[in-house]
């Protein structure tokens, strides 16, 4: 791992943030809104904001300014969902299903908590139900992950036998990975090692998997300039005991990057505009937090560092 790898990821993730910071109000869910009417996909961005700001508050890598704008959003965050009450009624309102919980999770792992909303989702994961809801795989293990920050064991044997049938659990020919997959695959790293928290999480023969993969794929994605789906990678990369850290990706990734802090997707051309570039760019930027913290996080413990990237 070299400087200038450190470098580029603090500087990403810093701009990144600040960018989310100066936007906060784009996050902001409809006021007085019904339970059952609240948008998913906005829901959705106020929960990935959350985990950018927990894993910065979490890592403790950022300067002055970004630890303070990591708490004021995560704050922000929090009193959108009326401090736990919204989630505690969505999850009344529909007992079956798992996202309440799971965007819980993601604040109670930074000290945020709801006892009403504690107590239910025990009991929810406690249910017979638990054990067939319909999500494929890699959902399914985000629901363990998210009772796990919330702090519910696996029930015995769970982890392992989601992770078996996930796209990465069958280590398949890694020529036949597609932008559907490789989504797969990177959250399956992520809540199996809670980004990059407990890399011991992933099993040796994924671990080996990716190490020989993953830069293939990384080179891939580069090339086409996925820069969400490419951040994504650069996480799984640092999620892994002998972290890979691909200073040459991280060189283009980092000129992805608009002047304000935006990453875009990759996709679409974004607006000029900020408020007009967050629908789609909003995700990319999230990203470039976690994989800009989580970078310097594993660079700066000291643990050696996987083949070259």
Known sequence: M???????????????????????????????????????????????????????????VAGPDGSRTAKELMDFAWRELRE????????????????PREVYAQFAAAG????????????????ASERVVEHVPNRRLAVLAAHRRIGIPDPPGAAAELTARTWLGGTPEPWM?????????????FHLTDWGADPSGLPGPLREYLERWLPVWVEVFAETRSWDLLGELLVV??????????????????????????????????PDDPRRAFLNHHHPTIVAVVAGTV???????GVPAGAPG
């Open 2 to 60: 070299d400087a200038t790898t450190v470098r580029l990821a603090h500087r990403v993730g810093d701009g990144a943030l600040a960018w989310l910071g100066r936007l906060r109000s784009c996050f902001a869910l409809p006021a007085d809104a019904p339970v059952h009417e609240i948008p998913g996909d906005e829901l959705k961005a106020l929960s990935e904001l959350a985990l950018a700001t927990g894993t910065v508050l979490r890592a403790a």
């Open 84 to 99: 736990g009450d919204l989630l505690y009624a969505m999850q009344r309102h529909g007992p079956g299903a798992t996202h």
């Open 112 to 127: 945020y908590r709801h006892p009403r909303l504690d107590a239910l989702a025990a009991h929810l994961a406690s249910l």
């Open 177 to 189: 990975l597609d932008v559907y997959s490789a989504y797969g695959v990177t959250h399956t790293v």
């Open 237 to 270: 990369g640092v999620c892994l005991e002998r972290p890979l850290f691909f200073p040459e990706a991280w060189e283009r990734y980092a000129a992805a990057q608009r002047a304000d802090g935006m990453m875009p997707n990759g996709v679409s051309r974004p």
């Open 295 to 301: 970078t310097v996080q594993r660079a700066l413990d």
